[in-house]
């Protein structure tokens, strides 16, 4: 049951999408909001053509070194209760979920790059992009 909720738990932080915000000109006020839409979908559409991902990469060293951050520490707990291989087994599991979900958060994330890309794909269509959210 807990696997299941902490599955569940990490698929709706990384469903939570980021977008642009625009400030809301002249462009964007005859275009209007459907438009705007359309266009803030194409960008990213471009943008994930053009701009490398390194969300996989970030999760895999994320999970390493938590495992290995945990297993230090399971390793510590371990040699004062006098059971150093049990103590260095539980903290790589604990230490490598942790390690795993955070880096699936933060993989969820757009890169700066591909914040960049977005936001001068809708400038040259008129738009003033401020910021994400």
């Not at 803030?40 to 701009?51: F, Q, R, S, T």
């Not at 951050?69 to 059971?83: D, H, L």
């Not at 001068?120 to 008129?126: S, T, V, Y």
């Amino acid at each position: 049951m807990k696997k299941i909720l902490l599955v569940f738990w990490v698929i709706t932080l990384v469903g939570c999408a980021t977008g642009p915000v625009l400030y809301p000109n002249a462009h964007l006020q005859k275009a209007g909001k459907a438009q705007a839409d359309k266009d803030i979908v194409e960008c990213k559409a471009l943008a994930d053509e053009y701009v490398r991902s390194d969300a996989g990469i970030a999760a895999a060293k994320e999970t390493a070194v938590g495992a290995a951050g945990g297993a230090v520490i399971g390793g510590a707990a371990g040699a004062v209760t006098r059971n150093l291989g049990r103590g260095v087994g539980v903290g790589a599991a604990v230490g490598g979920a942790t390690g795993l979900v955070r880096g699936i958060i933060k993989g969820s994330e757009p890169s700066p790059v591909y914040k960049n890309f977005v936001s001068k794909c809708l400038q040259e269509k008129g738009y003033e992009p401020i910021g994400w959210q």
